[in-house]
């Protein structure tokens, strides 16, 4: 297991990661978050999948969906957006991944949900 002093730092640096929304970043790996959060990959990944009951990547979905779903509800600006562009403000690279990642979270897709947001 991960020494118990040291799991309670990678999870108060995993409390900032999400406040500050570091997530956002498109090039966040377990390697450099886990450099970040002076450890190393094993005991992160050990941390994320004992708190969070997913893998980093499963994790970083969860928190990028979760942060860009409340941001369109509250932003209508972001809402006019092309996908490309809110996948962008999400921390995705391509439109194809942020699409993947938020049907699996949400179970729709981002252009319906944002037509169900217009509606509104």
């Given at each position: 297991?991960?020494?118990?002093e ?8 995993l ?9 956002t ?40 969906i979760k ?7 509250n ?7 092309a ?38």
């Amino acid at each position: 297991g991960v020494p118990q002093e040291i799991f309670k730092n990678i999870e108060a640096g995993l409390e900032i990661f999400e406040r500050k929304q570091r997530f956002t970043n498109p090039d966040i790996s377990l390697k450099s978050l886990a450099d970040e959060l002076n450890t190393n990959s094993t005991y992160l990944s050990k941390v994320i999948n004992t708190t969070k009951d997913m893998n980093f990547s499963q994790y970083l979905h969860h928190i990028r969906i979760k942060r860009i779903v409340e941001r369109l509800k509250n932003e209508e600006k972001l809402r006019q957006y092309a996908v490309e562009a809110i996948a962008q403000e999400a921390g995705y690279k391509t439109a194809q991944s942020f699409t993947r990642a938020f049907y699996k979270e949400t179970g729709i897709y981002p252009s319906y949900f944002l037509k169900r947001l217009k509606t509104k």
